[in-house]
């Protein structure tokens, strides 16, 4: 079965009416709109219409600002040594820019329409009499709660403080749980947080016995006995299954700064879990034959992605952000010219050998050819004078490569991924000895051959640091990770061995303008 074929849907958002210009605007739904809302949810697949609807609505802000674009570049990945850089605005934290102010303006909208239609459909599955089997109603409801955490987690972590017990009755955003067109107050972080989290919990409850991700596995182009494609139940990556929930779940309570609960999460109910037996995984680790497949590299070491958005267009942004075509000015790239010559080695502490760093990264130069470097650097690497890295995570096939339709990577943006599991054990893990297996468990299928070691927290913190800042560069998390933290230290991607200085200020976005307005001089 065509990927592609699956995701052709109904347009939800317009289906149902729902406003898309504020939080107080939700369900301003109309007779007629009502009648077809109700149609829609008068069988297993109308729900699955509309379910499948919020994730594909969160293509426009999980599949490029909240990935890898401008969250991103606010980590300081990136160079923006260039004073008119496209990004400037975002890596500088401009919050009083256009630019910015309409970006958060877009994310805050787009998220909060797909909150209302979440809730929309969260009414028709506990309606009296309602359409959706018993077969259904665990994974539509399950799967429904836990993206309504998440977008609300995310609105958190954008415009609430780093969380700690001095911040944690800050008032931060309305956390929507119901399906009313009343304005809703804006909640403390404290708040907020305990609704994500029990969202999270229920969703992993209904989950727990019906997720199909452990009976049939992850489910990739998987057809019913009798032959007939069904695609309800399959595709797991592509939908919050129970992995992905529980590893959500560990997010947050980490975020809330409980790291036992964290810690017993990822060990018992994610890493634990995802081992059918000792040699075997439901998400297992990537092999070498994946990620040094000629012409179509697995770089996002797909198999061990447990939620991606699928964005059948990813070829355009990937054009739009990353490929050596782009100047200087509008690429998304480390400083540098050549492996040796640039943050690679700063970046990665085994770049010769790291596949995140000698597969994920390329040198352009301005003649057309890598091989027709003019000069060589210190190391007797050919180097050009004009010669700049790219990075090739998000890269298309090559032109040769011969592809079957199964290659469910190349349309991926990931969000949530094992080794985010086996990090969050080992920053809470009971000793650094522990810690170490499981950073070493990531590092090994990342193909690293340098030891490391850690003899006290701040160590094991550093590590974990350096390990997370590899796994999920492209992800949108590393942001979110240095807010966590509350760092005013950490990797500077415009000055080659230099550290970025940040003002902790700069972790919260401001309230956008079209909540503002909505809400008038009350602010509530």
């Given at each position: 079965m065509k990927l592609k074929n699956i995701f052709k849907f109904l347009a939800v958002a317009g289906t149902l009416a729902l406003s898309t210009t504020s939080c107080s605007d939700w369900l301003d739904v109309k007779m007629n709109d009502k009648i077809m809302?109700?149609?829609?949810?008068?069988?297993?697949?109308?729900?699955?219409?509309?379910?499948?609807?919020?994730?594909?609505?969160?293509?426009?802000?999980?599949?490029?600002?909240?990935?890898?674009?401008?969250?991103?570049?606010?980590?300081?990945?990136?160079?923006?040594?260039?004073?008119?850089?496209?990004?400037?605005?975002?890596?500088?934290?401009?919050?009083?820019?256009?630019?910015f102010k309409n970006k958060s303006n877009n994310i805050w909208t787009k998220m909060y329409a797909l909150v209302a239609n979440i809730n929309g459909?969260?009414?028709?599955c506990d309606e009296e009499n309602s359409a959706l089997s018993e077969e259904y109603?665990?994974?539509?409801?399950?799967?429904a709660l836990a993206l309504r955490a998440m977008i609300h987690f995310d609105l958190l972590r954008l415009y609430g403080p780093s969380y700690n017990e001095n911040t944690k009755s800050m008032i931060t955003i309305p956390y929507q749980n119901e399906a009313k067109r009343d304005i809703t107050p804006l909640r403390s972080a404290e708040y907020v947080l305990e609704r994500v989290i029990e969202d999270l919990e229920e969703a992993v409850r209904l989950l727990k016995d019906n997720d199909p991700v452990f009976t049939t596995g992850v489910g990739n182009a998987v057809t019913s006995d009798d032959g007939l494609e069904r695609a309800d139940f399959t595709y797991r990556q592509l939908r919050l299954n129970y992995f992905a929930v529980q590893t959500l779940l560990a997010r947050a309570y980490l975020w809330k700064g409980d790291k036992?609960?964290?810690?017993?999460?990822?060990k018992e109910e994610v890493i634990d879990k995802n081992m059918v037996d000792e040699n075997e995984?439901?998400?297992?680790?990537?092999?070498?034959?994946?990620?040094?497949?000629?012409?179509?590299?697995?770089?996002?070491?797909?198999?061990?992605?447990?939620?991606?958005?699928?964005?059948?267009?990813?070829?355009?942004?990937n054009s739009s952000y990353f490929v050596p075509a782009l100047q200087l000015t509008s690429r998304l790239t480390f400083m540098g010219s050549s492996p040796s010559n640039s943050q690679i080695p700063v970046f990665y502490d085994d770049p010769d050998n790291d596949w995140r760093a000698s597969l994920t990264w390329a040198v352009y130069t301005t003649t057309g050819d890598p091989k027709d470097d003019d000069d060589d650097d210190d190391d007797g690497e050919k180097v050009d004078a004009n010669s700049s890295l790219?990075?090739?995570?998000?890269?298309?096939?090559?032109?040769?490569?011969?592809?079957?339709?199964?290659e469910t990577y190349l349309y991926m943006i990931p969000l949530i991924r094992l080794s985010e599991a086996y990090l969050i054990a080992a920053e809470c893990a009971a000793?650094?000895?522990?810690?170490?297996?499981?950073?070493?468990?990531?590092?090994?299928?990342?193909?690293?051959?340098?030891?490391?070691?850690?003899?006290?927290?701040?160590?094991?913190r550093e590590l974990v640091t350096k390990e997370f800042a590899r796994e999920v560069i492209g992800e949108g998390q590393l942001f979110f990770y240095y807010k966590r933290l509350n760092l005013t230290t950490f990797f500077n991607g415009s000055e080659i061995g230099g550290t970025y200085e940040m003002l902790t200020d700069n972790y919260k976005w401001p309230l956008p303008d079209v909540e503002v307005d909505k809400r008038g001089s009350t602010n509530n």
């Open positions: 809302e109700n149609t829609l949810f008068s069988t297993n697949n109308g729900f699955m219409i509309a379910l499948n609807g919020v994730y594909m609505g969160m293509i426009d802000v999980y599949g490029e600002d909240l990935s890898l674009g401008v969250i991103d570049v606010m980590a300081q990945y990136y160079n923006m040594v260039s004073g008119n850089h496209n990004y400037k605005v975002f890596a500088n934290y401009q919050f009083n820019d256009d630019a459909l969260l009414v028709h109603y665990p994974i539509v409801k399950g799967e036992a609960t964290a810690y017993r999460i990822a995984m439901i998400f297992p680790w990537t092999t070498p034959e994946q990620v040094e497949a000629e012409d179509k590299n697995d770089l996002l070491f797909s198999s061990e992605v447990f939620f991606a958005i699928y964005n059948s267009s990813r070829s355009k942004l790219y990075f090739l995570k998000y890269a298309d096939a090559g032109r040769e490569a011969e592809l079957d339709g199964t000793t650094p000895e522990e810690a170490l297996e499981y950073l070493v468990a990531i590092r090994e299928h990342r193909n690293c051959h340098m030891p490391i070691m850690a003899t006290s927290s701040d160590e094991v």
